[in-house]
T-cell receptor, first 118, second 120 residues
């Protein structure tokens, strides 16, 4: 079974531009979460989508947005890029994000998109 | 809110020696805990998860972790380090989110990570 696929692997953008990152979850996984990883702040949660709806959101400015499509694929968008947005952006999928705990559905991560803002 | 503290940002061991990576958590709900490993230029790979079924959890690559509620700890161990174990390790706790339709479990709160170096 294919893992979580993120495209592109690397991106270089300039300040003020916007960027869209793509994530294809593991087949059958309906929940997609996004994380930002930086040396200074570590791994920080951006948002989570399930059934095309945002279920949870981290503490990031409104420049960061996302969406999920009916096939569970997800995109995140960052507008008006700042130097501090340079990071590894990780997408993770899980089988469920529902009422009731399901400990057998941990997050499975992709290899990330490395975004560099100059 | 949930939080995780990993003691020691760098741990160095000799090949064949015991690996011990420390993790303490704070959780307002019964915790679900995870250890992930990250190799350079890669995403996170799940090593093991604590799901309340057993306090000693065995994972992949010979790693295991013990949940100790009284100490709020979930330390990761491996009896004998291998060169291929060199990587960064992250402890994480499930941080549920409540929304109009229920509770979501897609958010993890991670520790700051521990870089494991293995010397020949």
């Amino acid at each position: 079974k294919a893992g979580v696929t993120q495209t592109p692997r690397y991106l270089i953008k300039t300040r003020g531009q916007q960027v869209t990152l793509s994530c294809s979850p593991i087949s059958g996984h309906r929940s997609v979460s996004w994380y930002q990883q930086t040396p200074g702040q570590g791994l920080q949660f951006l948002f989570e989508y399930f059934s095309e709806t945002q279920r949870n959101k981290g503490n990031f400015p409104g420049r960061f947005s996302g969406r999920q499509f009916s096939n569970s694929r997800s995109e995140m968008n960052v507008s008006t890029l700042e130097l501090g947005d340079s990071a590894l952006y990780l997408c993770a999928s899980s089988l469920k994000s529902l009422r009731g705990r399901d400990p057998n559905s941990p997050l499975h991560f992709g290899n990330g998109t490395r975004l560099t803002v100059t | 809110a949930q939080s995780v503290t990993q003691l020691g940002s760098h741990v160095s061991v000799s090949e064949g020696a015991l690996v011990l990576l420390r993790c303490n958590y704070s959780s307002s709900v019964p915790p679900y805990l995870f250890w992930y490993v990250q190799y350079p230029n890669q995403g996170l790979q799940l090593l093991l998860k604590y799901t309340s079924a057993a306090t000693l959890v065995k994972g992949i690559n010979g790693f295991e972790a013990e949940f100790k509620k009284s100490e709020t700890s979930f330390h990761l161990t491996k009896p004998s380090a291998h060169m291929s174990d060199a990587a960064e390790y992250f402890c994480a706790v499930s941080d549920p989110g409540v929304y109009a339709g229920g509770t979501s479990y897609g958010k993890l709160t991670f520790g700051q990570g521990t870089i494991l170096t293995v010397h020949p």
